[in-house]
């Protein structure tokens, strides 16, 4: 049996068996027949490509204001924060301006070639970034590394083509874990490897680190992205290339007049289907391409209310997730006389981290049956809904002594991210079954720039909701960390609510009936099973 074990040195496909070698998604489409599971080291590889995706965005932050006052730009301290803000912020406007547009790219040239891109401007534009010696340059920087990294929009939709709909809660799972593990990991690059040669003298002597203090922690994870092009290279595409040549023995097969000079016109049939037995599933396969391409609407991504409904909750739940992400920072580190926990940054760093762990194995573990069993709408309204009585319990806590206030933090902290990924994972799934497969890109393009817009928002809206509370600590209703609290809370709501009819279709619980699916559903005999189709099993 051949040896899959490394990416570099295996220069055949990483898919055993071509089933027609001139459509690379033809070739990859039995993945998603009922039962497929993701191959192993596809599966890995998403995975690797998710947590790279999540480390330059985060690694940053602690550095970020060492940098800028070190540029001299500001004209005071209290300024710093300012400059802060634009940089900090640069890369998801870049985001937002192209990520639409790099999806149309995915659909129509590929995954891959847009994930070849994103790990590119990762590897140029990151460490450009940490050679910055004013403050223009980074600012130009993370914007090009914001505008030319569409990598996580052709990574969700490839996740939902490499294996079957009920495998595909535990694919999003992965990619929500390591995306997770990236922004716990990032922080701690960016804090522990930038000013090296002030932090270890004894290891970084060379005058380099000094002249640029904050290009290690950014050279590392452009290293990490190097290592990347490799096993990127192996991913199979699953993009269908089918050729535009018509073959007049395969249209007269077609009994619809109308569809015939449609088919000549369009070009959906291969020459080499002449070759094909007229009743087999291949040729029914093309025929109902034509069929969903003409008489199943190709709706505009803008009118299709199913995904505008998924990206809706979508941004609202991120909106609501990064605003809690302030506010808690915030909350636990403010004095218990005016609500808080009065804990350290080293203390919050230690809770965010234990619930880290614990959600990493409730994606793992948990997230894929439940999701099976409720659908990503009944995940998506549960987790949201129990949020909120959760988080109107989070005031109360500062009233405890520490040993208990300790234990209900950390409880309480663990819940919450498990109940935040659920409704992110199951976000995905809604925008994935929204779509078919080649407006699967666009989709996910669509929806992370309205995202990026939640993210600018969400925390500017949370800092400022934080600051109001603090001059209302003895009001009568809500009083001080309780308005915030609720506030985040109702946005908790809102999402709950947008996921009944007739806000949310509920046609979008389901992944859309693909053209080689509806073939398989018409003959008499299933498609060839993977396990036949394949002389040795997919890489273990």
Not at 163 to 183: A, D, K, M, N, Y
Not at 428 to 439: C, E, I, R, W
Not at 464 to 488: C, K, M, N, Y
Request: hydrophobic share 45%; aromatic share 12%.
């Amino acid at each position: 049996m051949e040896d899959h074990s490394n990416f570099a040195a295996n220069k055949e496909p990483l898919l055993p068996k071509e089933v027609n070698g001139n459509c690379p998604g033809c070739n990859t489409a039995y993945l998603r027949e009922p039962g497929g599971r993701p191959p192993k080291l596809v599966l890995l590889a998403v995975g690797l490509l998710s947590l790279l995706n999540a480390l330059p965005l985060t690694s940053v932050y602690p550095f970020l204001y060492f940098m800028i006052h070190d540029f001299h730009i500001a004209k005071s301290n209290d300024s710093v924060g300012y400059y802060v803000g634009l940089v900090g912020s640069s890369c998801m406007v870049g985001r937002f301006l192209t990520a639409a547009f790099w999806g149309v790219i995915a659909d129509r040239y590929g995954r891959k070639l847009v994930i070849y891109i994103g790990v590119i401007s990762i590897i140029i534009f990151n460490f450009l970034f940490g050679l910055s010696t004013n403050f223009w340059m980074a600012l130009a920087s993370r914007f090009f590394l914001g505008v030319f990294n569409g990598m996580m929009v052709s990574i969700q939709a490839y996740a939902s083509e490499i294996c079957s709909h009920e495998h595909q809660p535990f694919v999003f799972s992965v990619i929500s874990t390591t995306w997770g593990i990236g922004l716990v990991i990032g922080p701690s690059l960016g804090g522990y490897l930038s000013q090296p040669a002030i932090k270890y003298p004894k290891l970084f002597t060379n005058p380099i680190f000094e002249r640029f203090p904050y290009a290690l922690p950014c050279l590392f994870i452009s290293v990490y992205a190097v290592s990347l092009l490799a096993i990127t290279s192996q991913m199979p595409e699953t993009v269908h290339k089918h050729s535009h040549k018509v073959d007049e023995d395969c249209i007269s097969m077609c009994k619809d007049e109308t569809m015939k000079d449609e088919i000549r016109k369009d070009g959906v049939l291969d020459s080499a289907d002449a070759s094909v037995d007229k009743d087999t599933p291949q040729l029914e396969h093309k025929i109902v391409m034509h069929e969903q391409k003409n008489y199943m609407p190709h709706k505009s991504l803008y009118k299709n209310w199913g995904l505008i409904a998924s990206i809706a909750i979508y941004c609202i739940w991120s909106m609501h997730d990064v605003a809690y992400i302030e506010i808690f920072s915030l909350w636990a580190v403010s004095p218990q006389r005016t609500g808080g926990l009065s804990l350290t940054s080293s203390g919050v760093g230690k809770v965010l981290a234990i619930s880290g762990v614990c959600v990493l194995f409730f994606q793992m573990v948990l997230f894929p049956p439940v999701s099976n069993f409720l659908g990503p709408i009944g995940v998506a309204r549960g987790a949201s809904m129990l949020s909120i009585p959760l988080l109107a319990a989070y005031p109360y806590i500062s009233t405890l002594n520490v040993s208990w206030s300790w234990a209900a933090i950390i409880i309480a902290s663990i819940l919450k991210s498990a109940l935040s990924v659920a409704v992110y994972t199951a976000a995905y799934l809604l925008m994935n079954n929204s779509v078919t497969q080649d407006q699967r890109g666009a989709a996910n393009g669509l929806s992370m720039s309205a995202m990026s817009i939640s993210v600018a928002v969400g925390p500017a809206g949370g800092g400022a909701l934080f600051a109001w509370s603090q001059t209302r600590l003895d009001a009568a209703f809500l009083p001080g960390e309780q308005i915030v609290f609720f506030f985040v809370g109702m946005l908790a709501l809102v999402t709950c609510i947008a996921t009944f009819e007739p806000f949310l279709p509920q046609s979008v619980n389901k992944q859309i009936v693909e053209p080689h699916q509806s073939a398989q559903d018409r003959t008499a005999e299933p498609l060839q099973s993977t396990q036949d189709r394949t002389a040795e099993p997919l890489l273990l």
